[in-house]
């Protein structure tokens, strides 16, 4: 620790630190723009200038070192002139344009004007312009004039994203931030750059103009569009969600959220959106009110629970749900006498299956792992903020390995296997006969009995020399028709090598529906066509199950399928009999528990749009008209509270019930399916997102992807056509080249309209060029 004195103050900061770090932690502010708490020091705005005892002129505080006995005054006379002089050069070439600009209310440079400028400038001259540039649908670079060069958005870009998409040329006053030549911004963690902007530079696109910052009410949230749940702040204005921004919480989502948390608020008042109650009568549909709804449902519920029997009655309901609300819908169900209910939409093995899976440890202590396997995971798309912090870890010395079908860049440095999904089991199996044979135990009853490769042993020898190693089984290793063996050779493996085994589970309460016993028979039980009511919550057919086609000929074969939703689509209208119109998160009390197991409470950003209601009235009501007990609730605290109770810690449980690996672990000849759930196609609202739907990655899910090999017996070119079957189904699609997929895989992704016409996630597919 080295100790110095800062405006009279005493303080120890490590060797190695910066003034800025010492003044930081002593609570004192310096004015600064370029700095980061998070990202590379610079010391390129020279906002920061101090005076330092016996230094011959002001230097940066945020680059300047500590040293033992160091006098450091932030404040003196000499530290203000020096401060003054920068923000009179940063204000020679910036547009008088604060009426108009965006970041007005909220600039950094607004700010330290006010302190640290002057009434009026010196400089007479013609100020520069700077063209705009097109970065994409998410962030306006229309007012590069604005740019004060502090480079904060092109390090986030290296340092946090892993990809360097904004750069700066020329120098001196022609310096100037931009794309790279005919390209956009495209990471799915960019509008992040637009928080980091200091000035009104980068601004957000779609909240372009729309309101002023003090005209904006302000609520905390939680994005329930993974499993992580990152902290956010809605602001709303006029009973409408305007903008969402990150919430700083160190232990979730440090201080970023990723563009799919950020926008997707443009799907909550879509044109979809359902504001009434809706009954089917002859083929038409036909607004009602809720009392005529709800009678029509409770009838219909126990006419046909008490003609076919209790197990005739099913419910599906996505995991962006929250948990008063997936406790209520099971309760009704299971108080009708079913255990036909599911959360895990695409699992479609659920043999042995984890009892509440969840990430194994806390977020936090990713930090501190030296070792990972991560195992059938589309990690960067699925996980955008965890796969940042894991970026940030492989600099201190993380070790990544990683078992999957490729084609997926994780802009991380990692080694590992990518395998056709058939061949994973193989694959895995071989990792746990290296780690049995190292640790001198009997392998997994039933593990594939096959020579390990170089490529798994070296897997296998990472894991045995790590202190802190994870193995984590990801959504596509879930979703794949052997999950139950690949989770008990994982389970194996983290057993032998002293390893956590964790999830990274689909869904921002995927967690919060086991513990609260949302999962029950299957989605491929509640599926087979023999339940004659189906309950959907928060679902669209086509886009959320693992099989449209079987999904709608299953629902064709029910007498009715209700659906609670906030949104209407061509697939739901098709086969559903009633829609009851339910409230989004940001419209009702919603409590949500994330991948480590933290329970999070967020109240309602704005009123219930038209007349919807929040789904845990509409069950609440639904049970007490179907004669059930306990459902007579006044406030969500007191479902909640019956929910989870107070020891739900300590029913979070990743252990397989297996007893061993089953023994097909036959390899499919020819090309195999890969699917992906697209990272903007997850949920209702995110596929509603119009921003969204424009980028390069929504984009990406209306392709197919084709490894080097088979692009070249095609003889294709990017964007030819394909046609694709699967089964008795083919669609014809764009081809893009992945050349780091698999051979012997093509990728489809699922959750789109495209995909919706084909069969399961996995299974044989051919492809011939359109």
Known sequence: MVEIELDGKTVEVPQGSMVMHAANKLGTYVPHFCYHKKLSIAANCRMCLVEVEKAPKPLPACATPVTQGMKVFTHSAKAVEAQRSVMEFLLINHPLDCPICDQGGECQLQDLAVGYGKSNSRYDEEKRVVFHKNAGPLISMQEMSRCIH?????????????????????????????????????????????????????????????ARTWELGRKRSVSPHDSLGSNTTVQTKNNKV???????????????????????????????????????????????????????????????????????????????????????????????????????????????????????????????????????????????????????????????????????????????????????????????????KAKSVAAQAGTPNIAVSPQTQKIADALLSGSNVSVLIGSAATSHPQAADLHVLAQFIAQQTGATLG?????????????????????????????????????????????????????????????????????????????????????TV???????????????????????????????????????????????????????????CTRLNNDSSAAGVSNNHSIMVGLERLADVNIYAGDAIVRRSSALQLTRDAKRGNQAGINSTLFAELGLKEGDSVTVAQGNASVTLPATLEANLASGVVRLSAGTVVSASLGSMFGPVTVIKA
């Open 590 to 648: 919603s409590t949500f528990v994330n991948a480590e197991g933290r329970v999070q409470t967020i109240q309602p950003s704005v009123k219930p749009l038209g007349d919807s209601r929040p789904a845990w009235k509409v069950l609440r009501v639904l049970g007490g008209l179907l004669g059930l007990d306990g459902f007579l609730y006044n406030l969500p605290e007191e479902v909640i509270g019956e929910a989870l109770g107070d020891n739900y």
């Open 242 to 436: 305007m903008r969402v921004v990150a919430l700083e919480n160190e232990a979730i989502n440090e201080c970023w959220i990723s563009d799919r948390d950020r926008f997707a608020y443009e799907g909550l008042n879509s044109a979809d959106r359902v504001t009434a109650p809706m009954v089917k009568r002859g083929g038409q549909w036909l607004e009602t009110d809720w009392q005529s709804a709800l009678d029509y449902v409770a009838s219909s519920l126990q006419k046909i629970s008490a003609e076919s029997g209790v197990q005739s009655v099913g419910a599906l309901a996505h995991p962006i749900s929250s948990t008063e609300e997936l406790y209520l819908l099971q309760k009704l169900v299971r108080g009708l006498g079913s255990n036909q209910i599911e959360t895990r939409l695409r699992q479609v093995n659920i043999s042995g299956a984890a009892p509440a899976p969840w990430l194994g440890m806390p977020i936090a202590k990713f930090s501190d792992l030296d070792r990972v396997l991560i195992i059938g995971s589309f990690l960067r798309k699925d996980q955008p903020i965890l796969a940042a912090r894991l970026r940030t870890v492989v600099k201190r010395g993380l070790q990544v390995a990683r078992i999957d079908a490729g084609g997926d860049d994780w802009l991380i440095p990692s080694f590992g296997i990518a395998a056709a999904p058939g061949a994973w089991v193989n694959t895995l199996g071989q990792v746990a006969l290296a780690v049995a």
């Open 503 to 587: 999830f990274l589970l689909e869904g921002g309460n995927a967690v919060g529906a086991s513990l609260v016993n949302a999962n029950g028979a299957g989605v491929e039980s509640v599926l087979t066509g023999e339940r004659r009511a189906v309950l959907l919550m928060n679902i669209d057919p086509d886009s959320d199950l693992p099989n449209p086609q079987q999904a709608r000929e299953a629902l064709a074969k029910a007498n009715t399928v209700i659906a609670l939703s906030a949104f209407k689509s061509a697939d739901l209208l098709e086969v559903a009999d009633v829609i009851l119109p339910i409230t989004p998160f940001t419209e």
């Open 150 to 210: 502090c480079t904060r958005c092109v390090r986030f870009g290296q340092e946090v994203a892993g990809v360097m998409e904004l750069g700066m040329i020329n120098r001196g006053e022609h310096s100037e931030i931009t794309t790279f030549v005919g390209q956009t911004v495209d990471s799915e963690l960019s509008g992040n750059m637009i928080d980091l902007c200091p000035v009104g530079a980068l601004t957000s696109k779609p909240f372009r103009y729309e």
